[in-house]
């Protein structure tokens, strides 16, 4: 009886795993950026939003992901007009991630990038993922 | 053996609860609208989108919020191009909210906003909150 | 107390229930990506968007849609700039959905639109619901 009581609390238990995943919500705010449009206002406005972010619900209760790609990926790269807050954000622990898709399409090497961020094979699989994962997702 | 069942329930309910946080979803639809554009255009989109929700759903049936943030600001000024219609969405008790963060940026006080509208701290974490509350996140 | 134990097993189960509606994002990853621009460069990006998705998770691992609503109608007209790859989108499984509401609005009928499309009520609800669902949500 008593085994047979711990293997059906085990069954429930993988029953509510799925739920569990999504239940660490609860633990640490979490949220991924949009950059797709080629528009330095919208990558300063995206790079202000992380910010305000960080500073409102404090550093280490956050979890920021700017992920750029097609029009967007220019945002990432070494000659970009916004390089000069990049640094910032790395800092302050928010991920920058370029899709390797994009600059497949666009001949874009990691040379050509801005040094010290990472990669994802496909954003928009990237922020599926995420969102699948519980996180907020907010396209400025 | 009565007692440590009911001890398993208990911490097997707990670790469902969390789920049933997410499970409040089944009771009234919650939409978040995202206005981060200055342009007149996408307001009144975002005011179209929030009227069709309510005709199709049913006033009682469904809960929304319209964040303008960032160069979306514009959209809850006094002076601002659909002011005509912000009445009409108090009115169908659609939220209308108002980012203080850059309110603050851009030396905008509450008397310069459209009387009856209300305000949050930060648009971008309201908006990762609600979606975290498991409301929907529409970006017109 | 084996009954009791049953039906206290069943009561855990349906306290589950509702997450296990969620963890149904487990079996097939789910994306609707929303198109309200009157724009074939996002169009053509959306459909750059599914096309990576399938490739990168496999087309039977994937269930697609693209939601043109308000300004973004035009993207499944007949007419549209971007006719030639709706058939591809359409062989792929990924459903194209225009929002009636919008048709109404603008005095479009179906023999507007490219054939074989569908047809959603109101686009903005869809797009509420399909979040509601667990799918993830995009707005190229």
Redesign the interface.
Known sequence: ??RS?AA??AA??A??A???T??Q??AK?Q?VF?V?DNDP?KWN?AL??AR??L???GTDNVQIEIVAY??GLGMLKADSKVAGRLAEALDNNVGLLACE?TMQNTKTTRADMYAGISYV??G??H??QR??E?W?????
């Open positions: 009886m008593l009581f059906a609390l429930l238990a029953l509510a799925p739920s569990a999504l239940a919500q609860s705010h949220v949009q797709s206002a406005l202000n939003n305000n972010v500073a409102d619900l097609g029009p898709n094979t496909a928009v699989t922020l599926m969102q699948r519980g907020a997702y907010i396209r400025p």
